[in-house]
Each structure stands twice: as structure tokens, then as C-alpha cells.
């Protein structure tokens, strides 16, 4: 059998490859090397050669990063030191490349490498203020060769266009746009209609409103007005919001989409200037930028009905107010925004909602602009607060319905049923209360069989969409079914026939996840599954009634037997994830929802055995899992979804910026991603797909059950997968709030347990993380779970309090007054079970290591220190004696009193064993150590062969 390779070994060939110029496969071995080595010192080398190869393949921040970690273990490693500043500079933090290459230079003065190095830097960073002095002449000049009609260049233009968008992102360089009245000639693009110089212009002008103050030369205003005034709102008062609103309603799309970003970027700086209080001098002016803000949203609101807007400018208008119109918490008491815009705006977002592709009058409107307006209703409805609100909002919603349905023609009654479908799909009770206007219903109904399949569609959707809200189901049970059937069956028309099987396809999973609850004949689920399926393969037909096909797998695959043939029929498993990363992001939650029921990843109790007894003795219902939801069935499902490419188009999904990924259907992925990492071998293939960075903003942003499920899926990557690998460069610090957050008392046993297990691994990486989860303030909480009954949790948070005991902040907190921290580790190193034992001497080797004044202290805490510590020494594990006998030599290192104590009881004659155990080197030598200590305080005579 093969020897196991070393860390020394690894480390050998690691160079041999760098010296080959194999940089990438030396990375691997120096990696390899670092997870088999615990040595400090031969991990900063490891830590130094692995930066030397990222330099050779141009990524710079980690090669930053392992130089950083080299020089955490000495910071007179010159070549670390070195390597750092190469990074440093080729990432444009000029400064402390210089700081560092000084400190060679200090280190090293006569070494010429590092004194030309310097020099070099030296004048770069010269050369660059000397180009920043002269940026005045260099603005007038881009806008001169961006203005001149007869500049014919265009590779001059493109430069110029970028040299702006970088000027304004930095504040002298805003500064001077600004003083070379910048603006109005950026106006000047916008008004040429010219797309790639507008396309500039508003790149420019986000840079401008991104973060910077001007202080001087805005036309007509004074500087001591400018002193507090925006730069948002100084480009707001130059552009004017009806330019603006009409930039965004432009057919070219990147335009509109940049009109987007640069509305965005100015309603956040608005909204932030609400929530501060300037503070200045007594003729300070102070503009007020509530009125700005309502403003651009009524300019907003008049786009989503002007004529003559694009499609897409509609929609980014529409996603534009679902950013910034409602309360982002509950926790904020004032909704006026929200109860303004319901009161100018919501008929025209209901005109959005309510257009019909080819009736005269409608809008014209995108795949996506009717799901948007049901999300921004649904939103404005949520941040109501009173019944009065909701009232008046279910008020307005029936008046612009009847003011359709009644005296109108049947265009009329069409765009008052497509008002009803877009508020089902948003404010559920809203659309419930439209339903029950008299006539809609059976205008619904009877025109599910036009013979103008524009019409037959608009009523179709209304009924599907009605047929899983509760107050009109069991209407729709008894009317609905035989019409879907007859519809069905007899349509010529697949988008009619698809849409009226997803009909079918809610009413028959009325049942949910109970095996006994049946709605149809067995077997026809099956059937409308496998044409779902069908469907959804075929390319020909068009990416809008193809997602009709998955929201009917969506309900279908409720029942196990669906889902077993689903994840057999790869085909169509791949067109489901091309279609969640298409343009119609619609298909979001249907296609969540599908793999949330294929993974079985929904909440499930199970039953108490005592109630089930009672509950058949009374003859009531039990529901019943299908045999095939069983965890071995669910296993291999989850086996064929990954092999299937899920984690791609999860985290495709993630990405979307679509008003689509709502909370809930954050959740559903959540839920997913927390299915797909349950076995540890699964974990890497998802890290390495993008699943670790897809989870991130799933843990931070939606329903609360959402994020933490997604926290939990992050903490069990991070417990079995090296984090550095898994999160790498700065990711890794964004993990540690989501851990955080596991450990809140609402979470359950098992959520706090693999918190506190990831912790404990992010913890043991480096100073900086240590000093995120404190800041964090995590530290209480982990000591609160030392004191947990379950002994699991209690060990995980010893163990994590070991790794952050490496921290001096936390080394302090054991010595503080009326504090039983020091005392519970004492105790716990006297406790039965050995794994909690040995994660809490470890914790006081350290500390007594790190910090001697603890030495002090441990006699202090308890009576029994002396008994602990002896029966350490004499444990037949090795590793505890190890740990006892480190912190018996740091006690006796500390202090001659100590010594003294601890040389006058049996402790002398069992170190004098130990010292002599030639089985045991390391435990052996921390005796030595010890009595070597106690014969230079003159407390015990040298022995045979000491000095």
C-alpha cells in the first residue's frame, strides 16, 4: 500500500511545478499541503509560494489575500511583504503598496530589487496626481470631441466616453465635470438622441450621483448653497424629471435600461437625504428633496400610460417603483409614500395590468409587464395599516373594474377580466373582491368558449388564476371542470389547450401531498403530466405558452409518481432550466415550485402517534405520504436533478433583477438550495456550479424561513468544504452575518448546532474573520449555548469559543469581573465527555498561552482546578494530556506562587512520570519544560540530567 503523501512532499512539488511554469497545478499541491499542515511557519510559506503562482496568473486578490496570511504568521517576511505590493499595485491601492514596499526597504536596505521597486511606485503614483491636476483641460476636451458633429473618430469618441465615466465615478474628477458646467453639456448627449452618446451620458451622471457633494460653480447657486446640496439634486434641477422619464420610455433598451439605473441611483440618494438632518451654519440653505422625490414618481406613474413609451420603458418604470415606493420594514412607521401613489397612480398601474395584446386602447406591453404590475400592487397592498387603507385600495380597484365592465362593449368586459387576473396574482383578497362584482364570473365563464382565441385566453388565465384562491373554489369545482375538459379536448389551439391543462392541473392537486386525497381517476395526473412535459420540449412552440407547462407541473408534481417521472425524463428537465434562464421571468416561481415539490424541500411534521390513534378512533382524515416520498426516492431525485444542471439555473434565477423574484419565490429556492447540500458529497459539485454565491443574497434579503434556510445550506458547506475554497476572496466575509443568524433563539436545535459548527471553521481561518463575527456580536450568543442541555450544541459552542479565544478582545472577556466564562471551561475540562473535554482545555491552553494573566485567575474559579488538571495529565488520551500538561507549564511560566501550588501537591510527581514517557515527545516535553521552570524558581532540585 502507498505511504500517504506529506505536507513537505506536496510542498516540493508544488515548487517543482512553479519552477516548470505549471502555476495552476502548483496552486493545487501548495493547496493540498496547506490541508494536511498545522504548522504556523510552514503555512506561511505554503501561504507565500501559493501568492507567488496567483501573481504569475494575474489574479491579484488572492494573491493579496495569501500574502496577507503569510505575514499574519511574521510580519518581517520580506518576500510575502513583497509579493503583496506587486498585488497591491496591479489592484490600484498605490498607497499601501508603497507602505509595504517601505518596510522591505526598511527590512532590507541594501537590497536594489526593493529600492527600484520603490522608486518605480514612486513616480506612478506621481504621474498620476500630476494627470489629476490637469483634468480640467482634459474634460473640456472629451466634450469637445463628444459634441463636435465633424469628429469622425470613433475609437477617440469611445475613449473619450470612457475617460467621463471614470472621471465622475471619483470625486475630484465629478468636481471638475461639474466646475466645467458638466451637466448641461451632458444634457447636450441626452438630446442628440444618439445612442451610444446618451448611452454615455447616463453613465456619467450615475458616477455624478453616486456619492459625491459639489462645493462650487453649479449656475446660480451659491457654494455655501452647494455646500449642502446634492449632487442628485443638482442634476435633477439641470435635466428636469419630464426628460428624464421620457429617456426612460425610449425604444432603444440599453438606453432605457440606463435610465433605469441612473433613476435608481438618484432615488436612493433622495430618499437618503429625507432620513438625514443637515446640521450647519444659520444661513445655510437646506432644500428639501421630498418634493423631488414625488416628482420623479408621478413622472413615473404618467409613463406607464403615455402613448408613445416603449414596452420595456414601461417595465423598468414599473420595477423602479417597486424599489423605492414601498416600506423595505415593517419596523418603518410611515407608509405616505405607499397611500400617494395608491392615490395617484394605482388606475394606472391597473391600466398596465389590465391590457389585452391586439384591443384597441390597450398598452403595448412586454412577456413580464403584467406580473410586475401584480407584484407592485401586491407590495403597495402589503405596506397598508389599517382596514381604511385596505378599503379604499379594494374601492379603487372595483371602480376601474366597472367603470370596464359596465356600458362597455367586450373589449371593455375583457380588459375588466384581465383586471381581475393581474390583482389574483398579486392582492389576492383585492382580486377575490373583483370576482364577485356581479357578471364577472360568468363573463369568465362564457367566454372560455369564444370562438377569438385572444378572448378565450384572457378568460381561460382569469379562471386558472381563480381556481386555487379559496373563496372561489369550490365555484369554480363545480362550473369550471367540465368546461376546462370540454376546452381541452377539443381545442385546435396548444396555447389554449395548455393553459386550459394547467387549469385542470390546480383543481386536480387540490390535494397537496396526500397520497389518499385523489380529485381525479387514477392515472390522470400522469397523463396531464407526461403532455405537460410534451409541451415543455417542444422549441416550436413559443417560450410564453411553454411556462404554461411547468406552472402545470408546478401543481402536478404534488403527487410522487409525477415527480418520478419527471426527473427520469432529463429532456425535459433541461428545457425547464432553459426556459428559468430566458427572458420571461415569469416562469420563476412555477419552475420553484416544481423542484421545491420534486425535492420534497416543503415543511412536513410529522404526526403525533397518540393524536393519529385518536384521530382514526373519531373517523377523521389522515393524510398519507406516497411511498415514493420517501427519503431514499427523494435522494436519488435530488442525485438527478443536480446531474441535470439545477444548480446553474438556480443560480441564473438568483441573479434576475425581475420584480418576478419576489420573497416567496426567494424562499422556494432557499428551500432547493438547502435540499441539494443535505449530503456532504453533494456539496462541492454545488459550490463549484455557483451555488455558494448564488446563497448569499438568498440568506440576506426575503422571508425570513427563506433566509434562514438558505444560512443553513451555507453553513453546511462551510462545515464539510474549506470555506477559503468554497467563499473565496472577500465572499468569505459575507458568510458570517447568515451564520450569525442561526444562532438566534427562534432557530431550531439543529439550525443553532451547524451555525455554531460553521462558525467554529471560519473562526480558525484568520484575525479578520474572528473580528467580523465579533462584530457581528455573535461571542453572547456562542457562550449561551455553552451552557445548552443538548451536549452537541454545547460542544460545537466550546469549540467555536476555542477559535475565537485566539482573538484578544475575547482573551479579555475571560478576565472580567463577576464572569463565569474562565470557570465554565475549567469545569468542562473535568467533564465526562471527552469530546467537550478536550475542546475546553484546548480553549485554556490557548488562553494561558496567549494571555498569562488567566494563569492567575484559574485557581480563583473554582476549588477543584487542582483535581482537573491532574486527572488531564493522567487521561489515557493522549491529546488531553497534551493539553493539560501545556496548561500546567504556562501556570508554572506565569507566576512563582503558582508553581509553588502546583509543586507541592501530586502534580510534581506526576510531571516527573510524563516527563520521561518517550511514547508521548510533546507531552514529555511540556513536563520538562515545567519542572525545568520550578528548579530556576528554586522550588524543586534539578533531576538526573538536568542542568
Known amino acids: 500500500m502507498e505511504a500517504a503523501v506529506t505536507a513537505e512532499q506536496l510542498r516540493a512539488r508544488g515548487n517543482a511545478l512553479f519552477q516548470a511554469g505549471d502555476h495552476a497545478a502548483a496552486i493545487a499541491a501548495y493547496t493540498e499541503a496547506l490541508g494536511l499542515c498545522d504548522s504556523g511557519p510552514e503555512r506561511a510559506v505554503l501561504h507565500r509560494n501559493r501568492a507567488a503562482c496567483h501573481l504569475r496568473l494575474e489574479d491579484y486578490a488572492k494573491a493579496e489575500a495569501d500574502a496577507s496570511k503569510a505575514i499574519e504568521a511574521d510580519g518581517r517576511d520580506v518576500k510575502a511583504l513583497f509579493r503583496r505590493s506587486q498585488a497591491l499595485q496591479k489592484l490600484g491601492r498605490l498607497d499601501q503598496a508603497v507602505s509595504d514596499l517601505q518596510r522591505c526597504v526598511s527590512l532590507e536596505p541594501k537590497n536594489k530589487a526593493f529600492q527600484e521597486a520603490l522608486h518605480a511606485l514612486g513616480s506612478s503614483m506621481h504621474e498620476k496626481m500630476k494627470t489629476m491636476s490637469c483634468t480640467d483641460s482634459k474634460v473640456e476636451q472629451m466634450f469637445q470631441i463628444l459634441l463636435d458633429p465633424e469628429e469622425k473618430d470613433e475609437d477617440k469618441k469611445q475613449k473619450a466616453v470612457q475617460n467621463l465615466i471614470v472621471l465622475a465615478r471619483e470625486e475630484p474628477g465629478a468636481e471638475k465635470i461639474f466646475q466645467s458646467d458638466g451637466v448641461r453639456l451632458l444634457t447636450q448627449l441626452l438630446d442628440t438622441a444618439k445612442a451610444d452618446l446618451m448611452l454615455a451620458a447616463l453613465r456619467t451622471l450615475v458616477g455624478l450621483c453616486s456619492g459625491h457633494r459639489s462645493r462650487h460653480g453649479f449656475p446660480g447657486v451659491s457654494s455655501r448653497q452647494l455646500y449642502l446640496y446634492p449632487q442628485t439634486m443638482a442634476v435633477l434641477a439641470e435635466l428636469g424629471a419630464p426628460r428624464l422619464s421620457a429617456v426612460l420610455g425610449v425604444e432603444h433598451e ?472 468554497a467563499f473565496p476572496g472577500e465572499r468569505i466575509y459575507e458568510v458570517v452575518r447568515p451564520l450569525v443568524s442561526l444562532l438566534h433563539l427562534q432557530r431550531t436545535g439543529l439550525e443553532n448546532f451547524e451555525g455554531l459548527m460553521a462558525l467554529t471553521n471560519l473562526a480558525g481561518i484568520s484575525e479578520r474573520l474572528r473580528q467580523k463575527i465579533l462584530k457581528e456580536k455573535a461571542v453572547p450568543m456562542i457562550e449561551g449555548y455553552m451552557f445548552e442541555e443538548h451536549e452537541l450544541i454545547r460542544l460545537a459552542a466550546t469549540e467555536c469559543m476555542c477559535n475565537m479565544a485566539m482573538s484578544k478582545e475575547v482573551q479579555e472577556l475571560f478576565l472580567a469581573e463577576g464572569s463565569d466564562r474562565l470557570k465554565l471551561m475549567v469545569l468542562y475540562s473535568g467533564e465526562e465527555d471527552e469530546k467537550l473535554r478536550r475542546a475546553a482545555s484546548g480553549t485554556l491552553a490557548m488562553l494561558t498561552a496567549l494571555h498569562p494573566p488567566i494563569c492567575k485567575r484559574i485557581p480563583q474559579v473554582t476549588v477543584h482546578w487542582l483535581e482537573i488538571l491532574q486527572a488531564l495529565l493522567l487521561s489515557p488520551s493522549a491529546e488531553l494530556q497534551h493539553r493539560g500538561a501545556v496548561v500546567v507549564m504556562n501556570m508554572v511560566t506565569a507566576e512563582r506562587e503558582l508553581a509553588e501550588q502546583l509543586m507541592a501537591s501530586e502534580m510534581l510527581e506526576i510531571l516527573s512520570v510524563l516527563a520521561k514517557d518517550k511514547d508521548k515527545p510533546q507531552v514529555a516535553r511540556a513536563a520538562q519544560e515545567s519542572l525545568a521552570q520550578a528548579v530556576a524558581y528554586g522550588l524543586i532540585k534539578p533531576g538526573p540530567g538536568q542542568g
Not at 323 to 352: A, F, H, M, Y
Open 254 to 725: 440599453q438606453v432605457s435600461l440606463s435610465a433605469c439605473n441612473l433613476l435608481h441611483v438618484m432615488f436612493d440618494s433622495l430618499k437618503e437625504g429625507l432620513q438625514k438632518e443637515f446640521r450647519g451654519k444659520e444661513d445655510a440653505v437646506v432644500l428639501d428633496s421630498s418634493k423631488d422625490l414625488k416628482l420623479l414618481i408621478k413622472h413615473l406613474l404618467e409613463l406607464l400610460v403615455l402613448e408613445g413609451a416603449s414596452a420595456h420603458g414601461r417595465d423598468n418604470a414599473i420595477n423602479l417603483l417597486i424599489k423605492v415606493v414601498p416600506r423595505k420594514s415593517p419596523k418603518e412607521t410611515n407608509n405616505s409614500l405607499s397611500l400617494w401613489v395608491i392615490d395617484q397612480g394605482l388606475k394606472k398601474i391597473l391600466e398596465v395590468g389590465s391590457s389585452v395584446c391586439g384591443t384597441p386602447g390597450s398598452l403595448p406591453v412586454t412577456e413580464n409587464s403584467r406580473m410586475s404590475a401584480s407584484v407592485l400592487l401586491s407590495k403597495l397592498y402589503d405596506d397598508l395599516k389599517c382596514d381604511a387603507e385596505r378599503e379604499n385600495f379594494h374601492r379603487l380597484c372595483e371602480d376601474y373594474v366597472r367603470s370596464w365592465f359596465e356600458g362597455q362593449e367586450l373589449a371593455g368586459k375583457l380588459r375588466a377580466i384581465q383586471t381581475a387576473s393581474c390583482l389574483l396574482q398579486g392582492p389576492v383578497e383585492a382580486g377575490n373582491r373583483v370576482l364577485e362584482l356581479e357578471g364577472i364570473m360568468d363573463s369568465v365563464l362564457s367566454l372560455c368558449a369564444s370562438v377569438r382565441e385572444a378572448h378565450q385566453l384572457v378568460a381561460v388565465e382569469a379562471l386558472i388564476h381563480a381556481a386555487d384562491k379559496a373563496k372561489r373554489a369550490s365555484f369554480i369545482t363545480a362550473n369550471g371542470v367540465s368546461l376546462l375538459k370540454e376546452i381541452y379536448k377539443h381545442s385546435e389551439r396548444d396555447s389554449i389547450r395548455i393553459r386550459a391543462l394547467v387549469g385542470l392541473c390546480k383543481l386536480g392537486s387540490a390535494g397537496g401531498t396526500d397520497f389518499s386525497m385523489k380529485q381525479f381517476a387514477e392515472g390522470s395526473t400522469m397523463k396531464l403530466a407526461k403532455q405537460c412535459r410534451k409541451w415543455l420540449c417542444n422549441e416550436t412552440i413559443d417560450t410564453g405558452t411553454r411556462r404554461w407547462a411547468v406552472e402545470g407541473l408546478a401543481y402536478l408534481t404534488f403527487d410522487a409518481d409525477v415527480k418520478e417521472e419527471f426527473v427520469e425524463d432529463k429532456a425535459a428537465m433541461e428545457a425547464m432550466f432553459h426556459l428559468a434562464k430566458s427572458e420571461d421571468r415569469s416562469v420563476l416561481y412555477a419552475v420553484a415550485s416544481t423542484l421545491v415539490n420534486c425535492t420534497n424541500s416543503y415543511d412536513h411534521e410529522e404526526p403525533d402517534p397518540q393524536m393519529l390513534e385518536l384521530a382514526k378512533y373519531a373517523k377523521q382524515h389522515i393524510p398519507e405520504q406516497h411511498p415514493k416520498d420517501k427519503p431514499d426516492f427523494v435522494r436519488r431525485r435530488v442525485r438527478k436533478l443536480l446531474t441535470a444542471g439545477v444548480v446553474s439555473a438556480l443560480a441564473c434565477m438568483v441573479k434576475s433583477e425581475n420584480p418576478a423574484l419576489t420573497s416567496s419565490c426567494r424562499e422556494l429556492i432557499s428551500r432547493v438550495f438547502l435540499a441539494l447540500v443535505e449530503e456532504a458529497e453533494d456539496r462541492g459539485g454545488v459550490v463549484a456550479q455557483g451555488g455558494g454565491k448564488a446563497l448569499i443574497p438568498l440568506s440576506l434579503e426575503g422571508t425570513e424561513v427563506g433566509q434562514t434556510k438558505a444560512a443553513q445550506a451555507l453553513a453546511k458547506i462551510t462545515i464539510t468544504s474549506n470555506p477559503e475554497m
